[in-house]
Each structure stands twice: as C-alpha cells, then as structure tokens.
C-alpha cells in the first residue's frame, strides 16, 4: 500500500474511462457545442465592445481577451463538479468505489486514477474550447495550444479539493448550494468577463485569493503570448500548491471513508 | 444440473487445492469500535472475538443484525483495519498487508457494488482489471465465470436488467475473477426469493465441493444450517456459541421442539400449566414467545401427549426438529429475526 505504483491508478482511470464511453458522444457535443454559440454570442456583443474601447483589455479584441478566461472558468466547473459530485456518487452505493476498494487498490490509488480521469476530461473540454476559439479567430499564436494544459490545471485545482470534501460529505445538496454561491459568483470576481483593473482595489485583492483569478490570468496571457516567468510561478505555483493541498487532503478522506 | 459440475470444477480453476500451512484465517482478541462521531457515542461493534479458520472449511458468522458479523467481515475483507487485536490471513497480517491480502480473496458485499450501466461483461472487466489481469486472462475466465453462473445468455446486457437473483450471482462470478482462496459472503440471499436462493445455495455448494474455503454471515438458520461446517453465533459483538451446526443443536437444545399456540383467553393459564411441565422426565425447557410456546423435548409427540394429559388443549400444535434458531433464543434469549 506504501509503495507508490502507476499501474493501479491506471486501472481506476480506464474502468473510468470504459464508464465514460457510454456518454462521451454526448459530451464531445457540449464540449464544442458550448463555447460555439457562447463565443459567438459574445463576439457579436464584443464588436460593439470594440468599437467604443479596448484599452483596459490591452488592446486585442474583447472575444480575444475573454475566450481564454471562459476555458479557465468551464474547467473550473468541470473540475468542481467532477471532483466534487463524481467522488460523492462514486462512493455511494452502486458507484464505483465500492467495488475497487474491495480488490488490491489502494484507496490513493482510485484517488490519484479519478483525478487522472479527471484531468483528462478537463484536456479534452479545453481542446474542444480551443478549437472553436481558434475557428473564431481568437486564438492569435500557436502559444494558444499551451492554455489547454494550463486551463486543465485550473479545473483540475479545484477537483482535487473537491474529490476531498465530496467523498467525506453526507450532504449532496451542501456541494450544490456551495457551486450555486460561491463558484458561480467567482466568474465575477476573477477577472473572467472584465478586466480586475476596472473595480475597486479591495475587490481585487479578493480576487487574488481565488484560484479562477491565477487560472484566468495564466490562460489569457498564454493565449496572447505575454506571460512573463514571474506571472506564469505565481499563477501556476498558486494552481499547482491547490492541486498538492487537495490530494493530500483527500488521501486522507479517501482512506477513511473507503476504508475505515 | 449436477452432470457439469465435474468438468466445471476442473476448468473452473478456483484455488480449491493449495499447499497448506497453519490456519488460512486467525484472529485473536480480535476488536473493532466506531469511533465517535457528529453526536454518536463510541460503538464496540467487535469485542474481542477469536476464532480460527482452516483450508476448505465453510464457516459461517450467524447472529441478528448489529451482531458484530459485518464489522468482522469488513475486518476479513481488509477494508476496515482492527482497532486491536490481530487478524492474521494467508499467513499475512491484515493491518499491514490488507493490499496483498485483497489480492487473494474474493468479496460478495451485501450491496451488490456493480455498476448498472455497464454490460454483465464490463462488469467482470473492470473488475478483474482492478486485479492486474491481463484482458485475455478476464475475457478467458470471463466465459468460465459466466458459465457457472448461468449468465451466458446475458454476458452483453445492462446489469440494470438483470433480476436480484441474477445480479447476486454475476457479484460472485464476479468474485471469484482472481481466482480466490477464500471467499467472503455477506448475507449473500438477503433480499432473494426462495428460488433464487435455491439456486444461489446450489452455486455455493459448487464452490465448496471444488475445496474453495467459504467465510459466510447470515440470519437465516436454513442457510447456515446448507452451508457450514462450523460457525459461530454472534451476539452483541461477541462470540457466545461455536461448533457445526448438528453439535451446537447437541449442546444447547433438544432433539425436538414442540411449538404450542394458545387461544387469546386461555393463554396466561395455559403458559402457567406448560411452565409447570419443565423441568420434567419429558419437557425439558420451555420458552414463552409472545405469540407462541416452545416447549424442548427428546420427543415432541410424548411432550404434546404430556401437555394434553394436563387437561390443555391448544389451538395448535406443531413437532419439529430443534434448529439453530432454537439455539440463538436459548443462548441469547432473543430470536434472530424479529
């Protein structure tokens, strides 16, 4: 149980992924489906954005500006509800864990194949968003390809905390309202639709807390080509230290409550 | 039905017939408590039990519900480590080498645990993949388990179609995937109806006869009375009786068990009549049931001609063997099923 392997997680990734086949049809058309029409929604809107200002937004055109910090924020939704909800019906009754925990896989390692499930669902949402952004024109370099594992990173920022609390949670319904009121409203308060430059100081100093905020700012300044080393350590070391926090949080749940 | 079991049991290839060395399962002061939690108070679910367990033995943990029985199974199963005591298993110890333990078991939950979106076949899959089996090793012993489990015909369906009766079936073709030298059941025809458990019992038989070693819990007498050699009553997570089924019948009760039923008037002073009876030459011990008499007896229809001499006459009045529930109310004053 100690030693620490590949091949068990691999095991819970493709007993995932033979579940997920069922459905994945359906999800590859919301994946692309999605940002279509809500990319071109916003670049009709945009156009008018355009004409009367973009010097917050640095000068590129608002749908080039915003499509980035969009495939941040989906990720973060897929990330929470994957980590958070899957972990959740995963460990009730009829879900998968019950019946891995019985066999010679360890409770880190139908942790660590989950999140590995996870993080390439999260690839695949943002590669679809890619695309349809690169269609519309609003991916300008090929540094743009960069912001599918970074944006993967962001989801997967939030999954892995989430996988923590959704297995050791007795209450569906806590996860939703908390996805309702607090995820939803960070759309706003990360920089995703405007930029942070225009709402109070304070405000922006809340928003440095919040891990949509370094998942935003480091997709958006790879797609435009930006990032500096310094702003990439910040964004991706803040991401990246949520990522260590969750699993080793919920090594720890998953042990207790697969096997207490 | 019986004409394949022979070639079942040669190409089968459960591990029935090892090299044997010591007990396959000891525990000793073996103990599991619940910690406290959100407002419950600490729960002593297993309270030092010990017991031992060799090659090719069908035994079984026999006791009402909050017994003990599936804490101990969960104990056995390596997913629940023992809060004290040891459990040694396969010559391994189960706090430490619960992963190498699973490896060699096989596990029936009481829930099924399969998943109900995926075919009878990827349920095997997945399963045995979680094994380290390579695909052709799953997909060979797939065919095999399918067929002892008499769900060829379904190998491609949802399990969402399949009935109780079938679905506990696929969980212990689905169990025996890594071909496993112990096999642990947890109230494995809770739920069924009569057929379905005949047929259920008649697989079990299969694996017993090939020397595959069985660990049982259940609350129905019958079926521990089919299936094991040896168990244990449990009761309030202790150990209060062991032995096989015949020899616990033999310490603890009579040959036979005259069941008496009284009119609603009668009753009291029928009850004080037959109470007077025991201890006698003929009745040896009688219960009081709130419905019914149990009155112990080497012969029930010379307790029934006793009862009658006393001038009683209930409404009915019923002889029969004594069975393991007769034990579990003499050692427990309790019925198992209530």
Partial sequence: MTELSLAPPLREFAAEWLKYRRTW??????GLVNPLLFLTGIGIIGKLIDSSATGPLGGVSYLTWLAPGLMAASAMQMGFGSGGFGAFRAAAPGGGYRAASATPMSPTDILLGSLLFVTFRLSLLSAGFLLVQALLGAAPTWWAVLTV????????AFAAPMAAWGIATKRFSTMQT??????????????TFFPLSTVPAWLQKVAYA???WHGVELCRDINLGRLTFAAGAIHGGFLIAMVIAGVLFARVTYRRKLHE | MQGDTASQAATLGVAGERPSTGPLVEARKLTKVHPARGGAAALVAVDGIDFRLERGEAFGFLGPNGAGKSSTMRMIACVSPPTSGTLRMLGMDAATDGSAIRA?????PQDDSLDAALTVRENLLVYGRYFGLSRATVRERSDKLLDFARLEDKADQRVETLSGGMRRRLTIARSLINDPELLLLDEPTTGLDPQARHVLWERLFQLKSQGVTLILTTHYMDEAEQLCDRLVIMDGGRIVAEGSPRSLIDAHVTREVLELRFADADREKATDVVLALAPGPVCQRVDVLPDRLLVY???GDDALAVVNAAGLEPLTALVRRASLEDVFLTLTGRSLVE
């Fill in chain 1, 149 to 156: 594992p970074a944006a993967a990173l962001t989801g997967l």
């Fill in chain 2, 297 to 299: 007896a080497d012969d």
């Fill in chain 1, 178 to 191: 908390v996805f309702r009121f607090v995820v939803q409203p960070l759309y706003l308060l990360s920089g």
């Fill in chain 1, 25 to 30: 049809r359906g999800s590859i058309v919301i």
């Fill in chain 1, 210 to 212: 919040s891990p949509l």
């Fill in chain 2, 104 to 108: 060699r078991i096989g596990v029936v």
